[in-house]
């Protein structure tokens, strides 16, 4: 939580850290700003004490949204240090932000930094800044920063926020279960009032809407694969494929609050009609593993032991998993869950990165997704749900919703 | 345009460029790449080859959809590099880089680096990356990139979905309009069926479902800014605030390509029901100096000596202008202009950080938006279109769209 982070610093050795870029879609920045639209900023947060915000003078009304103590950057005249500078706008820029944060009282010590921006922008900014500052050491923390183990347990207000939009998006699954279940069926395909095959882009194209009428923005698209499509987990599903009966569709949808605030992450593997028999085979090994899981669940164990877990579990009903081979491209492929929050993956991590730190907490928020992929046998399967670890060891799911595989045709 | 991007390498001697992130929301990527569900990717672009994409095995479909050659991260085995690596997630990045780059036939040379990733995270990994690979020169371009000068001309293909993004955006810039002349009037305050006064908020949520419909994202939000709020020029508009008769509302609207790929970028300020007097009077200044410099634009002149002439136009009739004083919040307080693309601003600058290279050129998309602000009189005023200059010489605005400051209500 927020409130560590003064101790994870101090661990660390670390005086300060320096956020940049927006405050909408840049999660380390809208943790301390809330999304708010202000652009190109700077944030510094010295170690226990509050944050100061650097914003342009045209988005001050904006800034002022986020209670934080704000700073005009258009007042230090980035014309009179661009002519100063020889027109060299590296130097420029470098000297800026040296004048900022002389004035946040920081000239020495070790500066972590973060923040969405331009890579190479800021590789140059941050290598002309050291050059000005040397008296500052300025650290690109990797994957475990402090910032995001902080951001692996969440507070009360966090919590709700997550709740909300995990429940906003199963309120659309709910209209997207129930739109399709209504659809004809002719030659083996769900088909619209025309007689014309319904097709993955209609159904994204109403999950937007019904996105947009709750408030949500969807930066990163959603899932909707059917067949052998979702047998390769990532697949978005081809725009102008069918929706055949019997086969299944994996819908992955991970909307965000506008602006780019907390995430849902949710999964269901559909088959309308009916399931074929591989398909329900498949359904029954994954609800197997996902029910297992869920009900082993503690505070204060190792994620990386679910992940092995799961891969036992998935190996005892004969399919190949990551930890026989980190390559597979069938069976079970990929990390059994991650952290969400103001990122769709955050720590704690259960894969590949996971390390002796990535706990189930008190207050972590983790998705649960086994799933198994067939892409050969044009079968894919997924079940992702989100969890709470609550203080009282009980693992919540936020926001539940049927489990079911069969959505059954209404007409 | 891209093809420009070789010789403009050469000048600069860089031998091949470094592009880190996502296929969506980060447009130095999508230049290449297209939108595509591509996340964490890399992609390397040697001076004069074809780019070759580096994706994880679970989004190779996905991958291939990009037309480009790819190359999977999975298959280098991550977990044995990490284990080598004494289990530092920073030096098996570094190391996980350095034989990608390797197996791309790139271990000298001078090596650009860009996209929208963690800025401590690339910083972390490109001076690690640095230790490894001395041979080759890391360099992060600022500000006049060579990705940012191909970029700010566009191919007729450009063109087109600048042209369709901008005709969308339009469309539901007159559903608004027609929406709330809909309305009735009470109080001085447009008001719902109910007698409520019809918020900025209940505009926004239209304006999400509307874009939606279009298949367009808005990951910026809208500026919708009555009165004082758009005397501040990125004063986004207060949820709660109502639309008063006569007073001008500032509605900037810059939403993009489901995924991210090219932006619209439209303002107009409306009055419902009537103009206020000085509203009308700082409309004909923002009005007058807009057609001026319509009729104005040339091939191959500087963008800075548009900027230059809209504060002089501005100054005769009484404005004080950011050239007098660049910390001022009264008046003309922005640039005129900027380039519109990939990313809603861009090459060409005409503000604070225009060059001599900043040109309008054939194929150049920019923005043409003077404004006036005087927020302690409730005032702002803004009129913004996107301008294509043609290779022939003329100055096509991409989506004509009606310049009227009062919107009579129909009822």
Redesign the interface.
């Known amino acids: 939580m927020k409130s560590d982070l003064p101790s994870l610093m101090q661990a660390r050795n670390l005086d300060a850290l320096l956020i940049?870029?927006d405050a909408?879609?840049n999660s380390?920045m809208v943790y301390f700003t809330g999304v708010a639209?202000v652009?190109d900023a700077a944030l510094v947060v010295k170690r226990g004490q509050a944050p100061l915000l650097f914003c342009?003078?045209?988005?001050?009304?904006?800034a002022a949204t986020t209670g934080l103590k704000t700073r005009?950057i258009?007042?230090y005249?980035?014309?009179?240090i661009?002519e100063k500078s020889g027109?060299d706008?590296?130097r420029a820029?470098a000297r800026l932000y040296q004048l900022m944060l002389t004035d946040a009282g920081l000239t020495s010590g070790k500066v972590?930094?973060?923040?969405?921006?331009?890579?190479?922008?800021?590789?140059?900014?941050?290598?002309?800044l050291q050059e000005l500052m040397p008296n500052i050491e300025?650290?690109?923390?990797?994957?475990?920063?402090v910032l995001l183990q902080a951001r692996a347990t969440k507070d009360p207000a966090e919590i709700e926020r997550l709740r909300h939009t995990l429940r906003q998006t199963t309120e659309v699954v709910a209209q997207v279960a129930d739109h399709l279940s209504r659809l004809k069926a002719k030659d083996g395909l769900l088909v619209d009032s025309d007689g014309r095959p319904f097709t993955v882009a209609k159904v994204k194209?109403m999950i937007?809407?019904w996105?947009?009428?709750r408030?949500l923005?969807?930066?990163?698209?959603t899932?909707f694969a059917p067949g052998a499509?979702g047998g390769?987990?990532?697949?978005?599903g081809s725009p102008d494929a069918p929706i055949r009966l019997g086969e299944p569709v994996v819908f992955d949808i991970f909307p965000v609050e506008?602006?780019?605030g907390y995430f849902a992450d949710f999964t269901r593997t559909w088959c309308f009609g009916h399931a074929s028999e591989p398909a329900q085979k498949l359904y029954d090994d994954v609800r197997f593993v996902y029910e297992t899981i869920m009900s082993e669940l503690r505070l204060d164990t190792l994620c990386s032991d679910y992940q092995n877990r799961t891969c036992e579990l998935f190996e005892q009903r004969g399919h190949p998993t990551v930890r026989q081979d980190?390559?597979t491209?069938n069976g079970y492929?990929?990390g059994l869950a991650h952290g969400l929050g103001l990122d769709v993956h955050e720590r704690p991590n259960f894969g590949?990165?996971a390390?002796a730190e990535d706990l189930l907490r008190a207050g972590s928020v983790v998705t649960i997704e086994p799933g198994l992929y067939y892409p050969e046998r044009g079968l894919g399967m997924r079940i992702e749900d989100a969890v709470y670890m609550r203080p009282d060891g009980k693992a919540e799911i936020l926001a539940p919703y049927p489990l079911d595989l069969v959505i059954p045709l209404k007409s």
């Open positions: 940049l870029g909408l879609h380390s639209h652009t342009h003078n045209m988005e001050r009304d904006e005009s258009t007042d005249n980035y014309m009179g661009y027109k706008p590296l820029g972590a930094v973060y923040g969405q921006r331009d890579a190479g922008e800021t590789f140059g900014l941050l290598s002309g300025f650290v690109g923390e990797y994957a475990d920063s194209s937007n809407l996105l947009a009428e408030g923005d969807n930066p990163h698209g899932i499509e390769v987990p990532h697949s978005m506008e602006g780019g980190p390559t491209k492929v990929h590949r990165n390390t």
